[in-house]
């Protein structure tokens, strides 16, 4: 009998843990959110703003990080046509397009960066803050027209 009763409270504990776990800490966002259903971001996060101008330098140096680090999901462009990615069934967002990044703060691409969300696994502490916010610049920067690219006047 005691065996049963310290394996229901074993079994009850665990539970409780794994549901506990699996809670993202932060307000509810809208249904229509831009985010996947149950996960949340920190308002406080959300209203982070990018202390890195995004200047030649920090999108050069969040380039240089991106191809090493997200190319092989997100692709080496942006396009989401990384080989990891394919191999994974996954469908990635193309940032060379304005609306995929659009619905996303600066604040909200660090937390994701820093967090990680389904299956990208997160930076954490490993990878300095301005590389990261390097790292956003440039994917910012995917989505605008360079300069051979822009209509002449």
């Not at 609306?99 to 994701?112: R, V």
Request: hydrophobic share 35%; with cysteine.
């Amino acid at each position: 009998m005691k065996t049963i009763l310290a394996s229901a409270a074993i079994a009850l504990f665990a539970l409780a843990a794994a549901g506990a776990s699996q809670q993202n800490p932060g307000p509810e966002k809208p249904a229509d959110s831009h985010l996947p259903p149950g996960y949340t971001i920190p308002e406080k996060e959300v209203k982070r703003e990018n202390p890195v101008k995004p200047t030649e330098a920090s999108i050069a140096a969040g380039a240089k990080y991106y191809s090493s680090q997200c190319a092989m999901c997100h692709g080496k462009d942006g396009d989401g046509q990384g080989d990891l990615a394919q191999q994974m069934g996954l469908n990635m967002p193309d940032y060379r397009k304005a609306e995929s990044l659009a619905p996303f703060t600066d604040g909200e691409l660090f937390y994701i960066l820093t967090n990680g969300m389904g299956k990208m696994v997160g930076e954490g502490e490993r990878t300095p803050e301005h590389k990261k916010w390097d790292v956003i610049n440039y994917m910012r920067s995917l989505a605008k027209p360079k300069e051979a690219e822009k209509p002449k006047p």
